[in-house]
């Protein structure tokens, strides 16, 4: 059974930067695409980006470009999400999730990590 | 506001049928693109519970069941139990945003 572990959680001021990591225990982990996705506190499911398998290639929700920044490291099947500039309403846990299709975008998220919960507070 | 619409809450008796709705439009949905369905316990991660629209993975209940239909997709959840009591949340991908998209979620209470 595939399981995605990520770092623990982080408390962070306004204005700084957090990075998230997600580590796979499957050798298949290096052949897909990696979602992340985060809730802030009592809200609903958010989608922020996606990364392809060898990491080269990234894509970011509209409102999150410019300030977060996914990477991979296949050598040890580890991905990173990395926020910068962290305002109050970044507030949120974060999930990284691998991406399942049967064709291009018809991705859905299973397994999920365990979630990073990351506040910002002055 | 989410792209997917969803109803905020639902409740059903125990061994009743309940039914959860996800609307979309023209963009998603309504594009083609599948409906999946996820399960969320209080304080842990979305569980995969319906994929491809109709599928579910191994080791889900046979209670559980997707459907699609036009501009919409809907979970039916047959024989209610107590520990079905969850957050659910529908997704999908929208080709006018190019992202995958989520529903607000719907939170079932077990009567």
């Known amino acids: 059974q595939v399981q995605l572990v990520q770092s623990g959680a982080e408390v962070k001021k306004p204005g700084a930067s957090v990075k998230v990591s997600c580590k796979s225990s499957d050798h298949t982990f290096n052949s897909y695409w990696m979602h992340w996705v985060r809730q802030a506190p009592g809200q609903g499911l958010e989608w922020m980006g996606i990364?392809?398998?060898?990491?080269?290639?990234?894509m970011y929700a509209q409102k999150f470009q410019g300030r977060v920044t996914m990477t991979r490291d296949t050598s040890t099947s580890t991905v990173y999400m990395e926020m910068s500039s962290l305002r109050s309403e970044d507030t949120a846990v974060y999930y990284c999730a691998r991406g399942l299709a049967t064709r291009p975008n018809y991705d859905y998220f299973d397994p999920w990590g365990q979630g990073t919960l990351v506040t910002v507070s002055s | 506001q989410s792209v997917l619409t969803q109803p905020p809450s639902v409740s059903g008796a125990p061994g009743q049928r309940v039914t959860i709705s996800c609307t979309g439009s023209?963009?998603?949905?309504?594009?083609?693109?599948?409906v999946h369905w996820y399960q969320q316990l209080p304080g842990t991660a979305p569980k995969l519970l319906i994929y491809g629209n109709t599928n579910r993975p191994s080791g889900v209940p046979d209670r559980f069941s997707g459907s699609k239909s036009g501009t919409s997709g809907s979970l039916a959840i047959t024989g209610l139990q107590a520990e079905d009591e969850a957050n659910y949340y529908c997704?999908?991908?929208?080709?006018?945003?190019?992202?995958?998209?989520f529903g607000g979620g719907t939170y079932l209470t077990a009567l």
């Open positions: 990364i392809n398998p060898s990491g080269d290639t990234t």
């Open positions: 997704q999908s991908f929208d080709i006018r945003l190019n992202n995958w998209v």
């Open positions: 023209s963009s998603n949905i309504g594009a083609g693109y599948d």
